[in-house]
């Protein structure tokens, strides 16, 4: 059985609200930060690690970002995305969905499930 050692939830929070206010102008660590975010009450050493290894790919790509060229066409264009117990850590599901203007990304979305369901075929031989 491994033991994770207990982190101080008020540094750990502090830390996630930090990311969570960045990933305003960075979409592309949303659904990390967000599954940071999940362990704010009872943060364990893997979850600092975690948040840290974020901090680590903004430090390494700073110059990345969001790039809406002036060219291209109006065509709107949609596509979504699931897992099927994707998180190992509840079973859960997560979906997702992002909407192209032209070769623009202007709308995008990401949900995991709220409940888990589970079903049987009926037959109970």
């Known amino acids: 059985m491994r033991i994770c050692k207990v982190i101080d939830q008020t540094r750990y929070r502090a830390l996630i609200g930090s990311l969570l206010y960045l990933i305003i102008a960075r979409l592309d660590i949303t659904f990390d930060v967000g599954v940071c975010a999940r362990f704010q009450s009872v943060p364990k050493e893997s979850h600092v690690t975690a948040a ?6 903004l ?3 700073q110059e ?5 060229p ?3 066409g109006f065509k709107l264009v949609g596509y979504s995305d699931s897992d ?3 998180c190992e850590v509840d079973s859960k599901s997560t979906s ?3 909407q192209m203007l032209g070769n623009r990304l202007v709308s995008w ?3 995991k499930q709220n409940s888990i369901a589970t079903s049987t075929n009926g037959d109970s031989t």
């Open 109 to 111: 979305f990401s949900k």
């Open 59 to 61: 430090k390494g790509c």
């Open 96 to 98: 997702g969905t992002c």
């Open 70 to 72: 002036k060219e291209g």
């Open 52 to 57: 840290k290894r974020i901090l680590r790919y």
């Open 84 to 86: 099927y117990v994707g």
């Open 64 to 68: 990345v970002g969001l790039w809406y």
